[in-house]
């Protein structure tokens, strides 16, 4: 009974661990056969769960669209996070009329950057 109870626990466990923070752990005989972990000081990385996305372009007042909702102007947003994965960016002159639309991969770490001048 006691060893199923020990099952059920080590993926409770192991499912706690705070998100972005990798352990580098090594076997440990005291520790019983199969068991992964930090020991004794073990060091800890800190992963970026975020890239950032960086726009250039002449208009300050371009608005910035990122999957469809507006997300503010690039005077403000010259460099911002952004969850891993695609997303559709588009910029946008003050009368409204789009000047650039991109589907981009944004990557943990990374900064993507996006070169986008006004036509008008």
């Not at 726009?55 to 608005?63: E, F, H, P, Y």
């Not at 991969?105 to 006004?118: N, R, Y």
Request: a positive charge; proline letters at 8%; aromatic letters at 10%.
């Amino acid at each position: 009974m006691a060893l199923v109870g020990l099952v059920s626990v080590v993926p409770i466990a192991s499912a706690t661990q705070p998100v972005g923070v990798v352990g580098v752990g090594f076997y440990a005989p005291g520790w019983g056969p199969g068991w992964y972990g930090p020991r004794w000081g073990a060091p800890y990385v800190v992963v970026p769960y975020t890239g950032e996305v960086k726009i250039k372009t002449n208009d300050k007042n371009t608005a910035v669209f990122i999957d469809g909702g507006y997300a503010g102007q690039t005077a403000k947003l010259k460099k911002f996070a952004l969850s891993p994965g695609v997303h559709n960016i588009e910029l946008r002159d003050p009368s409204g009329h789009a000047f650039y639309q991109e589907r981009i991969q944004v990557i943990p770490g990374k900064t993507l950057q996006i070169h986008a001048d006004s036509l008008g």
